[in-house]
């Protein structure tokens, strides 16, 4: 009788586990191969999305050069880890990681006469993560082309430089993403010089 | 004794409960108040993201038109559960809640030289959601302007018809979902005319 009790407390507190387990309830924290190559964050889609960006380009467009190059769209992801600490903090924790996906824009398709939406083409893939024991200024990028590790991009590219001059919360550009933005500036983490 | 026991047991079987408590743990499915007004899903931001257009219109441009409106990202996002029920069978759950988020698009701010980005202002936001025993042709359209109640819109608005007529999966736009697009095409649910 008793035991038929715990097998029935077992259930009833079991089953809202089964019926609330989460999207990402896995460890979203960086895995690195033996040669310290990045594991493919392969369910980025299915984290927290921050935003999107058309056409996005730091540089100034120069006036000889040809407009060809398609247009894309950039997406952005963090882990639920992370962003649920951001929430918390106004800052990233620790293992963060953050995905940029590169995708290309369409047009002129079934019903859409104007503007564009986002096609199946991936163009690329980046991944930027947080590992303070690992890497000299805590952070590292690395660029994927499908879902094989990724070596570190050196610290030599200009990615390093420019979020470490611009980004307004511990190098990340957080003053392009809308829902993070304000909570770093009520916590105060948010660099007003970028 | 009998109750500490039962305490202890609910302490073990909750405590996983909140270390693994997801970004949306709670049930999803539409809420409605007395009247019929849709609850606002005041959570969307952290569902599933599914993608974005910029600027997108199913109407032609129109000549004479001024170029006038702001410009605008649109973001999709699912409800988890919605999701996970996509993923397995190639349509929507009853109790699907689909959100538009109508969002402005700058241009020219931080380092942000061309292109668009996403800013904090929020146009609007529409709820597409599937309540078969509720709602005649199984799927019905809100309008939310703020975090208050929203009434259906009406069936007669040109919502209901072009979705209908060019949804390609259940009155939905799959056709510009880039990862539930292949999903429904392996599944077959996926309408070739649209």
Redesign the interface.
């Known amino acids: 009788m008793k035991q038929a009790w715990?097998l029935g407390?077992?259930i009833?507190?079991?089953a809202?586990?089964f019926t609330?387990?989460?999207?990402?309830?896995a460890d979203n924290a960086p895995r690195y191969t033996e040669e310290g190559r990045l594991q493919a964050p392969i369910n980025y889609?299915?984290w927290?999305?921050l935003?999107?960006?058309?056409?996005?380009?730091?540089?100034?467009?120069q006036p000889g050069a040809a407009a060809g190059s398609p247009s894309r769209?950039d997406?952005v992801?963090a882990s639920?880890e992370a962003?649920?600490s951001f929430q918390q903090t106004g800052t990233w924790p620790d293992k963060t990681v953050l995905v940029l996906e590169v995708?290309a824009?369409g047009s002129n398709?079934?019903?859409?006469?104007?503007?564009?939406?986002?096609?199946?083409e991936r163009f690329a893939l980046e991944v930027h993560v947080k590992d303070v024991e690992r890497f000299p200024g805590d952070w590292a990028f690395f660029g994927f082309t499908g879902d094989e590790p990724a070596k570190m991009i050196a610290m030599t590219a200009q990615c390093y430089s420019?979020h470490l001059q611009?980004g307004?919360v511990d190098t990340t550009?957080v003053?392009?993403y809308?829902?993070l933005?304000?909570i770093a500036e009520a916590k105060q983490t948010f660099r007003s010089r970028?």
């Open positions: 715990m407390a077992a009833a507190f079991a809202p586990l609330v387990v989460p999207l990402a309830a889609r299915e927290i999305y935003t999107s960006g058309f056409n996005m380009s730091y540089a100034e467009a769209f997406n992801f639920p962003y649920r995708r824009a398709a079934s019903i859409n006469k104007q503007g564009h939406f986002q096609t199946g420019c611009h307004a550009f003053q392009f809308p829902t933005l304000p970028r």
